[in-house]
């Protein structure tokens, strides 16, 4: 098949193309003078507004070749660690951004085999209208062989996950089987228009600008082939690096080689294997067994209040061999239960029995030689070692800790480096913590500092500085139900049966029976069973303790330095009490959100405050997609455990020499029901796209050199917006019935939905000065991943008699010889589509406020589905005077050879035509055009060959011609409008332009410049333009020649113009510009670089964040605020500390004497804010209430106890609508009640919605009162 090669980018070409009125500009081929960087700045993170996480990076190198851009940048993630994660080879949280790579979930059964989902011919695609292809649909028989093979794992329902990373791109894709069942596309979800192959092993990625990707390599293997191949593998590898059962996966694919759009570059990646990675969980698990109906049991009975069971010595493996093995297990009285604490050498069998009292009395059974590993796996990795391309490598040192990173040039010299320097934070019992997570296991790995240098000697140094470094890995026990770590977080050495994470269950028995004798009389009716632990609360989520080894501090080459404030996550929880009271109460969830980020000069001098509130009434809180359910035991209202139901029924065979191979020659002894529970944290609480919560609007506030200079307001889309019956997005974590979870989709939710930005009035308050507003359009394919899924709801057990059939026969549906009773249904079973959709920009309008004027700005956007390239764009201004663009690809030209060739190699975001015109007189304003073509370079270079453009609508003319290019898409001539030839000479590797000729042809440069060894690796940088003057001699003095010369992989060194003038330009051994020179060597330009270093201090700084409190004059009604700015505090001791300062310094202010109240604030509301919490249910540290007008916080004032006075605990505001915006401290546990809010005054009484809109009338009296609902 020929291979079709891509172009060089056209956004270069498109910048002159806009100017067709004024003549159409040359290509800007030749580099502008570099300019040094604002190092003064501070650095600004932008911030993920949605999830409330910093983008936090250390640029190092970035990679330009080919028109190819690979950043070298060590990039954090601040989210938080849950308790088992492991440190890259950079540090804890720090990645590199140069590793691409496709990683994959299984789902099921390995997709790719036998009878995986790939191979499975039953699966089909899914259309959520079933009339569309009724034959897609999988034979989901309830009584049928199929749902037996899917519910045991023998074929394979559920497709597994992909996810990838390309150069400024990521997202996840499926295997989508086709309608017959035979064959399957790949398809990117969140959808795109990328191009992804699977060939025979390997990954091929193909950008919607041409640029190819490849992941590992083709063919199979054992693992160290893999490997080799740029594969990882997971699963049951050993030290060794060998599959020891068998049971191994590829779980990741490394890209090991990027060619650029044109075909004439490419970036190749070499990797060095990894120490195996052991990763495991633990979980704390029950199940608890219960027979309505024991009557057919027989004359024994087994209880553990009579022999044999009684036996003091009696274990659980005693037991089983007592009553005749683990088939018999139903002669065991019942409720009976079984207690798996994760990763213990022992469970605990429990059989009650009741007194004479009636009185429940347990009885323990231990268990040796039960170890519970919850789920473990090793992983065979790789970590890259080099990265080449033309004209040079970086190099990577330190396959399991990264000691340093180095940029080599085409003559492998040393451009610069960064070198990392780590320490490690180990276990309190070390050997155990070596069993859990590996021989090798020193601790978790903190990144310290990095030096940039050029060979021995240091340029820059940063220093990184972190919250209680901490020790992760497998040896730990106890988080909260997101994973992270919390009060119950210790190491297993110390866990062992002493910690279970399961909360207190509560069961009512309906029949404790006694005995089965005399017709099952003997029994008592609704028996209470509580099966407890010391520590309800132990998956609440803990502030302190998530923030253990998060990010505090960076520390800049400059000396001044950034600090991070994080906090966690909050939402609203709905606690129910008596009466059928219900309440919004704020809680902690999983994972961490930035909260300030604070600059310091070099001196530690306090900069300026980035703060961030939360919540559409900057309440603090975001919503969960879902969220641990709670239960209320004891007045403690705790997150419940998790459970799911099965039916455990046994059956009796006919004895030999009878024979029964199905259920209908056999009875049925005995049903028992199994509810196994899990505790909160074995259900995924995060959104498709990882995230553990979802924030609807951020307000950030930004302060410099002490003083308020703006908020920016971000909104977000509903998640739930662009979710419908097509595309469902589903609330519960499992599907109804079963233990299974849904496969999440991603890419419809997490829109920006509006961005406001606000100047700080005069006084107090803001006004607007530029709102943007976005609306979308969803779009989906109409084809959609197919889920099916089993669960096995009854699990049969042959307690006796010689039965002959396979287990399969059991769930045939024949019926049974005899019984009492009957199982429910085997199966739940059903199945459902994941959606591949997109949410497509459709509109967006921007208003800009000045002086009480505003201009707004409309941009509608058309599309062309399925790509995502805008098809047209209109311009609408306030004067309603509109202007449309219509833009055209290469798939617009169908029937023209070249641009079927361009969209057969996937380049479809080259622009080839653009139209301007007027839509009000319908008019065209403007054409512009650009014509490719095949070039006979390497396998074919497509390329421009020429631009054009028009006006008015006249005929399209050439301005510019592109006659020629060389094996690396590099333009060697061009023509003008003017007809002139311009030409180029490469050099460095065809890296840079040498010399631009113009008025000279390509084909007219003697031969001996153009193949010299000098151009293409310079002796000198004298000796290239002593070369290069030779040109100006050998052409007409009117012929106007440039040449240029380079430090390599860093910039232009020398620039001699036509006439003879030089520029000259030096840089510093790390490539940083230093100075700039005339003809004359004279100085022109100098730049210094004050790097201090940075300086270590004792402790970490804390400042406040800011506090605002209002102040009201009782006898004239008038309020006013008062703002204690972030920063005002500062602390080595803890961030509560300098908080609490703010705080009360804010509390102890009284009206200022010389403010001039204003007049029409005389119409007051008064409003008592009061609060009668009993501490036996909480102790909120802090409770506020912010009114919230118009979207803005105006006044903030906090609750008084009960016994205050109402003269002072009464507040004043100006009267109007408002939200109501209670802020009540999260990391509060309720017990033996929860708290309530009472709003009364005017026409409210007792109502409260924090969502609702109240109006307070002038000169009225209201209260606001927090009380305590008790439980009993």
Known sequence: MKNWKACISSALLLTVVFHATRGQAPPQVIPVSPEAAALAKMVNYPINYNTGIPDIRVPFWEINVGGMKLPIELVYHAGGFRINEQATRAGLGWSLSSDLQITRTVNGKDDFMTNGYIGNPLVKAFYPNYSTCPSCAYPLNPNGQEAYWLANGDKDGAPDKFTYKLLGKSGSFYFQKNNAGTGYTIVPVPFDNIKIQYDNGAFIITDTDGTVYYFGEPGVGDVNQLLAKGIEVSGSVDWNGNCATGNCFRSAWKCKRIVNSAGTDEITFTYSNKTVAKYRTYRDYLEYYDNENPCNVGDVYYRSNMYPLNSPTMTY?????????????????????????????????????????????????????????????????????????????????GTDKLNYIRVLDGNNEELKSMHFFHSYTNAINVEQAKNFNGLNFQGTLYLDSLHVRNATNTYERYALFYENKFCYGNHLKGHDAWGYPNESTMEIAFANNVMMSLPTINIIQPRFYRDVMGGCSNFVANVPITISWENPWAEASHKTDMKRGILKRIVYPTGGFTDFDFEPNQYMEEFTGQLLLTNKVHQLSGGLRIRSINNYDENGVHKGQLYYRYGVTEEGTGLLLNKPSRTLEQGRFHYGAVSYEQEVAYLRAPDYPHSCWSTNCMNILAIEKKTTYHPASALDYTYGNGSPIYYLKVTEYKQDLGQETGKTVYEYYKPEEFHDYYAPLYRENRIPGTNISYLKTDGLMGMQKSVASYKPKTGFGYQMINKKEYEYQRYLRPEQIRVAYVFQRVLYVIAGGHFTGNTVELYTGLGFGSSLHYPGPNYVLGEYGIPSGRLLLTKETETSYEGGDSLKTVTDYVYNLPYLQPSAITTTDSKGQSMMKRVRYAYNFPGTQVYNDMVAANMISHVVEEVESNPTLGVEVARKRINYQEFPVGFGLIAPATVQSSVKGQPLSTDITFNEYDQYGNILQYTGRDGLPVSYLWGYQNLYPVAELKGVSYASIPSSYKSNVQLNNPASDAALQTLLDGLRSTFPVERLISTYSYKRLVGIQTRVAPNGQAAYYGYDPVGRLVWEKDHNQHIVAQYDYHMRGPSLPNSLTYANIPVMRSVSIPSTRHFYNHIVPGGTYLSSFNQESVDHSARLFAESLTFPEDVVVDPLTVNMAAVRLTYSIAPQVANPSQVEMDFVKDGAVVATYKFYPITTPPQQSTVYVPEGSYQLSVRVSADVNYQNGCIIYGFMGGQYWDDFDQDEIYVLEGNESYEFMITTMLYN
């Open 317 to 397: 493996q005693s037991l089983l061999s007592t009553i005749g093995g683990i088939s018999q297990f139903f002669k065991i009285s019942s409720p009976k239960y079984m207690v798996y604490y994760g990763n213990s050498s022992k469970a605990y069998f429990y059989v009650p029995h009741l007194n004479s009292l009636n009185n429940v009395v347990n009885r323990a059974y231990e268990w040796n030689n039960s170890t519970n590993y919850g789920s473990s796996i090793n992983v065979a990795g790789l970590s890259v070692s080099e990265i080449s391309f033309r004209g040079g490598k970086v190099q990577f040192n």
